[in-house]
């Protein structure tokens, strides 16, 4: 940041009264621009024990399998942000169930939040942003062409978990190089 | 938002290539500027079944009760987040426990996630945020003079699930007028 999108004036970094830690601060007028971590929303869209991903259609990682999840927009619940995120991937409209995942990856100032969901329609598939959307069985998931560190996790504690039949929530630190 | 951070100049709201909500975008240079929910992280801290309130010497809700809780901070996981912010309005070092309530308030663009903690210290007190840091049995609570609508919900959630000590994550949406 370095102008105040308030009044467009220079910023400076200091730490305002009251606060203890170093913020962006208009020069001129009072505004103080805090950045703060964004949520990401998705879903693990299963039938029959498989998984449905997608192939991503948009930087980053084109080309590479991914869990459908986006970031979570001003307006919306945690549930609906994931629902809306799975349709836009998949092209179809899952039924909702349990948080299942949350994954706090620190360095990028990024909070994961993955609920578990059916697909209970036919009309999955390619969307603006997927290439290709299919259902993997655990034996053919392309574990090497996986989008993102997240999707591997939760594959491996869903199939996990899904031999018992019991679905805890899993909260997990996710290492990742700040960008 | 009027102006953008990046170049300063003018910035307009419309719907940016391969997007599908109105966005921030610059006039003048090629930036796009979102604006997402913010995720507030914090603690029930606990007792003998007794919880650890603050009474707040900011605004706003300036002298009214609250649970410990704020912002979670770029860098930061949300458990360690919780940690903080309870440090910050009680001046004692919690045992952090599960995480209990997830509230969802759209309105508002907010997150809340609050996990269960024991005080484990006796160096609770008053600090910059909080004019007074006091225990309260459920029966002791200050039901009128709570600040914020998350708080008597999770007391009351709380102080039910003491007595089969049995502490479910609870996930609720929580209706506010919009700013």
Redesign the interface.
Known sequence: ?????????K?EKRIPD?DN?ER?CCTECDSI???????IVGTIPTKDNKVLLCKRA?QPRYGLWTLPAG??????????GAFRETKEETNTEVKMGN?YA?F?I??I?Q?YMLHLAEVIHEDYGKT?ESLEVEFFAEKDIPWEELAFPFVPTTLKNFFKDSKKGEYP?R?Q?IERKPR
């Open positions: 940041m370095n102008f105040c999108y308030d009044c467009g004036s910023l009251g830690l962006d621009h805090y950045t703060n971590p964004k949520v948009i970031f979570l927009e001003n307006g919306e619940t945690i549930e609906e948080l949350i706090n620190p360095q100032n909070v603006s929530l909260t630190i």
